[in-house]
Nanobody, 115 residues
Framework: QVQLVESGGASVQASGSLRLSCTVS????????VYWHRQPPGRNQEWVAT???????HYRDSVKDRFTASREDTQNMVFLQLNKVKPEDSGVYYC?????????WGHGTQVTVSA
């Protein structure tokens, strides 16, 4: 059973930084793509970043140059470094993996950015 567990969420002031982690179990991370999403309060869930199995990374425009996704396959972990955070970055952050028609999500980690 594939399981994803996010961690690292916290309350932080604007312009601050924090690092989110996504720990994967039940499958090898190697060669697999992981997606980061977030659910801002009162808004629809939105995609944040993708890190492919080959290490290619894509970001939504609003987080480019501020967020950095990375992976450590030997630890089965994926990371999302949030820098220069803004109040609009607040929300529950989720990691996701997709295998065919199966989607796996973690329970999320809360990020709260105060002005």
């Amino acid at each position: 059973q594939v399981q994803l567990v996010e961690s690292g969420g916290a309350s932080v002031q604007a312009s601050g930084s924090l690092r989110l982690s996504c720990t994967v179990s039940g499958t090898s991370l190697r060669g697999n793509t992981v997606y980061w999403h977030r659910q801002p309060p009162g808004r629809n869930q939105e995609w944040v970043a993708t890190i492919t199995g080959s290490g290619l990374i894509h970001y939504r425009d609003s987080v480019k140059d501020r967020f950095t996704a990375s992976r450590e396959d030997t630890q089965n972990m994926v990371f999302l470094q949030l820098n220069k955070v803004k109040p609009e970055d607040s929300g529950v952050y989720y990691c996701q993996m997709i295998f065919g028609t199966m989607e796996y999500w973690g329970h999320g980690t809360q990020v709260t950015v105060s002005a």
